[in-house]
């Protein structure tokens, strides 16, 4: 699996944007980009995904660089219930079947209230 | 939709029993994954079920086993139980589009 390289850990203040790093060098052209969250004390939960183009959802937004070997996650305007570990994966989009997510350390976030 | 749901949430046992988890995924999954979360590895995959047949597995001894029922529901089974094992069990399902899986809340095992 390609790998992922992530800060340890990121500190934002409460209502501002927190953009959220992540190099990928050794993407692959089907490597589509997730990102998951770790709440305290809870499961992970999907954040959002791309493949080329930036996304935008209800949770963030995704901005993912030109030749794809770094992207961003963006939180437009933090709360404290964003307090988590961000972890940035790579899947394969040419298989599809294979549901093993293979997570790296991740970023822990806190938010300054 | 109910969401992943894990019994037992918290679970204390010795050393060299055995134990086993279950994970009831969302209705309508049938894939279901399971990870091994502690403070010193992290996340790992230990392996993951789709229509009652394993299809993938990670890098875990052979006293990790698990299964799938008829109804999507998973159970997974660690025997000869060692203080190492004392981890956060975390169950996944998906809908298999490759796109979100959906975690449920784990199941905290103390191996003493």
């Known amino acids: 699996d390609a790998k992922t390289t992530q800060p340890n850990s990121m500190e934002s203040n409460e209502e501002e944007p927190v953009h959220l790093p992540c190099n990928h060098s050794t993407i692959s052209g089907t490597d589509y980009i997730h990102w998951y969250r770790q709440l305290p004390s809870q499961g992970p939960e999907y954040v959002i995904h791309?493949?080329?183009s930036n996304v935008n959802n209800r949770m963030a937004s995704l901005a993912i660089a030109e030749d794809r070997k770094s992207s961003t996650l963006i939180l437009h305007r933090a709360t404290l219930r964003d307090a988590a570990v961000y972890y940035c994966?790579?899947?394969?989009?040419?298989?599809?079947?294979?549901?093993?997510?293979?997570f790296g350390t991740g970023t822990r976030l806190t938010i300054i209230p | 939709k109910a969401g992943v749901t894990q019994t037992p949430r918290y679970l204390i046992k010795t050393r060299g029993q055995q134990v086993t988890l279950s994970c009831s995924p969302i209705?309508?999954?049938?894939?279901v994954s399971w990870y091994q979360q502690t403070p010193g590895q992290g996340l790992q995959f230990l392996f993951e079920y789709f229509s009652e047949t394993q299809r993938n597995k990670g890098n875990f001894p052979g006293r990790f086993s698990g299964r799938q029922f008829s109804n999507s529901r998973s159970e997974m089974n660690v025997s000869t139980l060692e203080l190492g094992d004392s981890a956060l069990y975390l169950c996944?399902?998906?809908?298999?589009?490759?796109?979100?899986?959906?975690f449920g809340p784990g199941t905290r095992l103390l191996v003493l």
């Open positions: 994966i790579l899947r394969d989009g040419l298989n599809f079947g294979n549901e093993k997510l293979t």
């Open positions: 996944a399902s998906s809908e298999l589009t490759g796109r979100d899986q959906y």
């Open positions: 791309g493949l080329t």
């Open positions: 209705s309508g999954h049938r894939s």
